[in-house]
């Protein structure tokens, strides 16, 4: 009898074990079919959040949202309209990493100046937000493209960007990504500019 039952008591440990797993299932399916998908990747609302990703709350919630340019003879496209002098893009698909920025008017005026090849002229200090991080082809050629045959991307992580009316002013600082600190990309062009890492990282990358 002893025996018969400790058979039973194992059959209804099995029997309790599988019920559960069953149930445990049911409420892992059920979750993810609660859970709201988010929206598609590069539809109209995936890049106003990816863009938004860029900068503080604070700042991106009321910035104008752009996209970028079909082609290199076409203008941006605005997919949300500003109030508070911001601009933020999303994810530039020419690059090889997630990498929306936000920047204000002084910031806009240089990358401006920079898409179009003509020397910046701005008035005053200009910031530019990249939370998710950016990759360059260069930290030295402010038009380079790819990186060159044997050199990686110049990854820099999440960071802040910061553009002054007189670039001299940026001599003596460093202009080695790898630092962990602030350093000077593309020093001794027109478009020289303060980086600055918000995220403690290990090695930021290669570059030419």
């Not at 701005?122 to 060159?148: C, E, H, W």
Request: with cysteine.
């Amino acid at each position: 009898m002893r025996h018969r039952r400790v058979q039973v008591s194992r059959a209804s440990v099995v029997a309790l074990a599988v019920l559960l797993a069953a149930c445990q299932k049911q409420e892992q399916a059920a979750a993810r079919t609660a859970a709201p998908p988010g929206p598609a990747v590069g539809s109209r609302e995936w890049k106003i959040e990816n863009a938004e990703s860029a900068a503080p709350r604070a700042v991106a919630s009321a910035a104008a949202i752009m996209d970028w340019p079909a082609s290199a003879d076409a203008q941006p496209t605005q997919l949300r309209a500003g109030t508070n002098g911001w601009v933020c893009f999303a994810d530039n698909p020419e690059s090889p990493r997630n990498d929306p920025m936000c920047f204000d008017g002084q910031f806009g005026n240089w990358a401006t100046a920079w898409m179009s090849h003509r020397n910046p002229t701005i008035s005053a200090f200009g910031v530019a937000y990249m939370l998710q991080g950016g990759s360059d082809a260069s930290n030295t050629d402010p038009f380079k493209m790819q990186p060159d045959s044997g050199h990686g991307w110049v990854d820099s992580g999440p960071h802040v960007m910061i553009v002054v009316p007189n670039v001299r002013d940026l001599r003596g600082l460093s202009t080695d990504p790898n630092s962990g600190g602030p350093y000077v990309m593309w020093q001794g062009t027109p478009y020289a500019h303060v980086m600055v890492p918000v995220r403690a990282s290990g090695n930021a990358g290669g570059g030419s």
